[in-house]
Nanobody, 126 residues
């Protein structure tokens, strides 16, 4: 049974940092797939933030977070991270970890992700 469990959210002031973690059970990263972080703010649609192709470690970022956020994976811990620096109030949202089925390439469409975590809240105050 696949489970994705996010942690690391919280409240910070603008300019601060947070690191989100997504612990994965039920599969390993050796079956190449895409792991992604998405977010959804109240009244807005869910949007992709950062993606990582687990085989090859190619990464992709939304324009709004380029240069500030970094996605990475730890194969030994079966965990994906999102390091978020220089946080802005507009980064406030519920952040979700997601995974595609195996052997799928990264894409920004949330429909392509078969597995989702429960989310972790990030709140950035000005």
């Amino acid at each position: 049974q696949v489970q994705l469990v996010e942690s690391g959210g919280g409240s910070v002031q603008a300019g601060g940092s947070l690191r989100l973690s997504c612990g994965v059970s039920g599969f390993t990263f050796y079956n190449n797939r895409c792991m992604g972080w998405f977010r959804q703010a109240p009244g807005k649609e869910r949007e992709g933030v950062a993606l990582i192709q687990t085989g090859g470690l190619r990464t992709f970022y939304a324009d709004s977070v380029k240069g500030r956020f970094t996605i990475s994976q730890d194969n030994a811990r079966n965990t994906v991270y999102l390091q978020m620096n220089s946080l802005k109030p507009e980064d406030t949202a519920m952040y979700y970890c997601a995974a595609t089925p195996p052997y799928r390439t990264c894409n920004w469409l949330s429909d392509g992700y078969a597995y989702w975590g429960q989310g972790t809240q990030v709140t950035v105050s000005s």
